[in-house]
């Protein structure tokens, strides 16, 4: 697991310059690789590449070239099939110096170019320099586990893992994208291939970018999930499919036991880590070491499940303990976690995932199995089950009769403020509306307008302007997806656009950036292609039956795991946000993001509607009814959106981070 970064100068370019610009980009990625750093001018390319060592130790330092010197390669990832390619190229002729994955694909590219793709089984995201052609060809890997961002400006292209060394590159400034920064407040992550930033957009997952001199870039997709049209599901009974998903995942977890450094697992209380770290149990050699984080606030707290689950099977459990007494201390890694993300966030889950990998990193360890993944393949999320209000709703005779079953069937459940919402999102029209546009309706379409109501006032009039259009990124999105959605099951629908859209563009975005602070590489086992593609097929009842959701999972897993207080059924990750920040305590804190004149100088948000929602819910007491813990959340959510913009503004657009110093 490494950072890479390039440039390539399609027309012209001055050597001298080039050197000390690839140079920086390095320099900024060094959380990434601390191992080793290393660059190669190559005519009009320039290749740079941090490394964190963990297959070849000794023998895979990179940018990587072939024996004639013609192909450079940086790369970034873990190819779990590489051995076998290894002895596939050896049978045909290719030679290797090194025993690393890296030069697998090197040699594979020389054979099969652009197709080498097809044949990794893995997370990547590489560049190979081509010196007799001067072309470039750059791949990210099918999910999007690996990160790959670009910039280009008509003459040169930039690359690299994360965009701040895009700009540690000099050559380009900061900007937001005001239309991807409205859209946070609906949707929570970057449409794609959009970023935060203007000029800078995602090469996206399953695709392939290739330029030439004097061209522009070429991209090009080499995958996509295919689901079965209603009616074509293989027949097979459940427990066939029970054997094939076990076996699948079985197969996945040995895969990815790669490296010559031990590997840990992260562990919650909940079936998918539980899941992962049972399997590695199994098969690793040696002594499992799990992390965990504990909260002193016992609404967040899994820690005495996570540890009743580490017993059951036998791994050592490490934890780090997450005080809300301590809440004063958490903006200095909130601004840690922000630089590292380069993203708003709605929810403050991003400290203990940060400092849940520094305890990793603190351990000696570099590589730890994660759940992620589950959720996305197999219908994990409340939303799936939630989905079954509105299918229910419509058998209701009229809008009238729908709006009061929702009140009276739902309402230990959900705040009235909200139902009202589902309701009004329901009604015939409105739905018809919504299948229009996005070609289904899709799961997380409520969730999407929680917030619609908070953000009047909110926004400058000059920021209301730049961001008009805001919809177009999505609608530009749904128009090229809307096609692949036609005749399959609706639960199939959501999945397909979940991992198009918020898996990579939030949970994975925010996994490898959050742990690879800590130099950290995170696998991610329920992400296998082949898994992946094998769930794609598993008929929708047994990943959503009734309400039981990732069915299969748990019918496979709960026998072999403890008994557990909620029969391993999806509870949300949610850390503290008002106790942590928005207290009579810390809120003075926060002057240096959220005072009337830092808000009029990023010139995003208007200071009054700001400070009213802070004293309103500085003004609240401690929510003990479903109405109170909804109109809380909102606040706290509208909040700390606009906190952590404020920081990624003092960060970025002032350019006071780290990836802006020359040295």
Request: charged share 20%.
């Amino acid at each position: 697991m490494c950072g890479i970064c390039f440039t390539y100068h399609s027309k012209g370019y001055n050597a001298a310059d080039q050197q000390a610009m690839i140079k920086r980009m390095v320099n900024s990625l060094i959380h990434r690789g601390p191992d080793e750093q290393n660059h190669v001018l190559r005519g009009p390319a320039a290749l740079g590449h941090t490394r964190l060592s963990i297959v070849d130790i000794k023998g895979g330092s990179q940018p990587m070239l072939s024996d004639d010197g013609r192909f450079a390669i940086v790369y970034n990832g873990e190819i779990y099939n590489y051995k076998e390619l290894r002895e596939e190229l050896e049978q045909q002729g290719f030679g290797f110096n090194t025993h690393c994955d890296t030069e697998v694909i090197l040699n594979l590219f020389i054979r099969d170019e652009a197709l080498c793709v097809t044949q990794l089984r893995g997370m990547f995201a590489f560049a190979i320099h081509d010196l007799q052609t001067n072309e470039l060809f750059v791949a990210r890997d099918r999910l999007g586990i690996k990160p790959l961002v670009y910039h280009w400006d008509g003459k040169t292209l930039y690359g690299a893992s994360e965009v701040k060394s895009l700009f540690a590159s000099g050559d380009i400034a900061p900007q937001f994208n005001h239309q991807s920064l409205r859209n946070f407040f609906n949707y929570q992550f970057n449409l794609p291939p959009h970023t935060l930033f203007s000029g800078i957009f995602e090469l996206q997952a399953g695709h392939t970018m290739t330029i030439t001199p004097g061209k522009a870039p070429r991209i090009e997709q080499y995958w996509d999930l295919q689901f079965p049209r209603e009616g074509e599901y293989d027949d097979l009974s459940e427990d066939q499919w029970l054997s094939e998903f076990d076996a699948a995942l079985n197969d996945s977890v040995r895969s990815h036991m790669i490296g010559e450094v031990p590997i840990g697992s992260y562990l919650s209380g909940g079936v998918d880590s539980a899941t992962t770290t049972y399997l590695l149990q199994q098969y690793y050699p040696q002594d499992v070491q799990a992390f965990t984080i504990r909260f002193s606030n016992q609404a967040n707290d899994e820690y005495p499940i996570a540890s009743n689950i580490a017993e059951h099977i036998g791994v050592n459990l490490h934890d780090i303990y997450m005080d809300d007494n301590q809440a004063g201390n958490f903006l200095d890694v909130l601004v840690d976690a922000t630089y590292a993300v380069e993203q708003p966030q709605r929810m403050a889950l991003d400290i203990p995932l940060l400092m849940l990998s520094q305890l990793v990193r603190q351990n000696q360890f570099k590589v730890v199995y994660t759940g992620e993944g589950a959720d996305e393949i197999l219908g994990g999320y409340d939303c799936y089950r939630q989905d079954y209000i509105r299918q229910w709703g419509n058998a209701k005779q009229s809008q009238d009769e729908r709006l009061a079953y929702y009140l009276s069937d739902f309402s230990n459940d959900f705040a009235p403020e909200y139902l009202r919402l589902l309701a009004g999102l329901h009604e015939s029209a409105a739905q018809q509306q919504t299948i229009s546009q996005f070609g289904c309706y899709p799961v997380w379409y409520d969730f999407w307008q929680i917030l619609q109501d908070s953000t009047q006032g909110l926004f400058s009039a000059a920021f209301v302007q730049h961001s008009e259009g805001h919809q177009q990124q999505m609608s530009q999105l749904i128009t090229s997806l809307k096609p692949k959605l036609q005749g399959l099951h609706p639960l199939n629908q959501s999945l397909y656009l979940e991992t198009k859209t918020r898996l990579p563009g939030w949970i994975l975005w925010r996994a490898d950036r959050l742990a690879m602070a800590n130099s950290v590489e995170s696998r991610v086992p329920f992400l296998d292609h082949v898994l992946v593609e094998l769930a794609a097929q598993v008929p929708p009842g047994l990943k959503l039956s009734g309400l039981d959701e990732k069915y299969i999972l748990r019918k496979l897993m709960m026998p072999k795991l403890p008994e557990h207080p909620y029969s391993f059924k999806k509870r949300a990750f949610y850390t503290p946000i008002r106790e942590w920040f928005f207290t009579e305590q810390t809120a003075a804190n926060l002057d240096r993001y959220l005072s009337e004149a830092k808000l009029l100088e990023a010139g995003i948000f208007n200071p009054q509607t700001v400070k009213q929602n802070l004293e309103h819910l500085l003004s609240l007491p401690a929510p003990n009814t479903v109405p109170e813990y909804y109109e809380v959340m909102k606040l706290e959510w509208i909040l700390f959106l606009v906190l952590t913009i404020q920081i990624l503004h003092e960060l970025f657009i002032k350019q006071t981070a780290p990836c802006f110093e020359k040295s």
